[in-house]
Antibody, heavy 122, light 109 residues
Framework: EVQLVESGGGLVQPGGSLRLSCAASGFTFSSYWMHWVRQAPGKGLVWVSRINSDGSSTSYADSVKGRFTISRDNAKNTLYLQMNSLRAEDTAVYYC???????????????WGQGTLVTVSS | SSELTQDPAVSVALGQTVRITCQGDSLRSYYASWYQQKPGQAPVLVIYGKNNRPSGIPDRFSGSSSGNTASLTITGAQAEDEADYYCNSRDSSGNHCVVFGGGTKLTVL
């Protein structure tokens, strides 16, 4: 069974940093691209970042570019999101999601974690 | 970057057919995927590609596309289909980015 379990969320002050983790199991993690998607309270889904299967290629939404860094450790089956210079508008539930497979569009996310809440507030 | 536009809210009578649409320039080049999200839950993929359903998704869900518009159709809507629905697609910027629509709240009357 495919499982994605996020952790690392919490309360952080504006300007602070936080690192999210997403532990993957039930599939060959090193074969799949991964995404981070966030959802502010009461708002819609917003794509944040993606990383290819070996970690050599990444992309970011303009709103986080230069502040967030996506990475992965295939030996540990874990995806990360390092978030620096956090702002109030970064407050959201952060989901990790698996790209369906190399034959599908990069936008198709077939498995999602339950999310971890990040609150940026003083 | 690209944008995808969805109607904020749509309603349907129980057992009737409803279409939820998603518009954007990226849809001229890339298929939309559709996700269902119920309160307090993670999104669930319901349609991807030309018109593909993941295992476990009822066949009352279908997808289509024309020009810059993608559609999710629910034929014979059930009470359990009441949820938020989001489209997404690959961004047309060429940077392997992704864009989501703003979401549509579906109410089943």
């Amino acid at each position: 069974e495919v499982q994605l379990v996020e952790s690392g969320g919490g309360l952080v002050q504006p300007g602070g940093s936080l690192r999210l983790s997403c532990a993957a199991s039930g599939f060959t993690f090193s074969s799949y691209w991964m995404h981070w998607v966030r959802q502010a309270p009461g708002k819609g889904l917003v794509w944040v970042s993606r990383i290819n299967s070996d970690g050599s290629s990444t992309s970011y939404a303009d709103s986080v570019k230069g502040r967030f860094t996506i990475s992965r450790d295939n030996a540990k089956n874990t995806l990360y999101l390092q978030m620096n210079s956090l702002r109030a508008e970064d407050t959201a539930v952060y989901y990790c999601a698996r790209r369906q497979g190399s034959s599908s569009s990069i936008a198709v996310a077939d498995y999602w974690g339950q999310g971890t809440l990040v609150t940026v507030s003083s | 970057s690209s944008e995808l536009t969805q109607d904020p809210a749509v309603s349907v009578a129980l057992g009737q057919t409803v279409r939820i649409t998603c518009q954007g320039d990226s849809l001229r080049s890339y298929y939309a995927s559709w996700y269902q999200q119920k309160p307090g839950q993670a999104p669930v993929l319901v349609i991807y590609g030309k018109n593909n359903r993941p295992s476990g998704i009822p066949d009352r869900f279908s997808g289509s596309s024309s020009g810059n518009t993608a559609s999710l159709t629910i034929t014979g809507a059930q009470a359990e289909d009441e949820a938020d629905y989001y489209c997404n697609s690959r961004d047309s910027s060429g940077n392997h980015c992704v864009v989501f629509g703003g979401g549509t709240k579906l109410t089943v009357l």
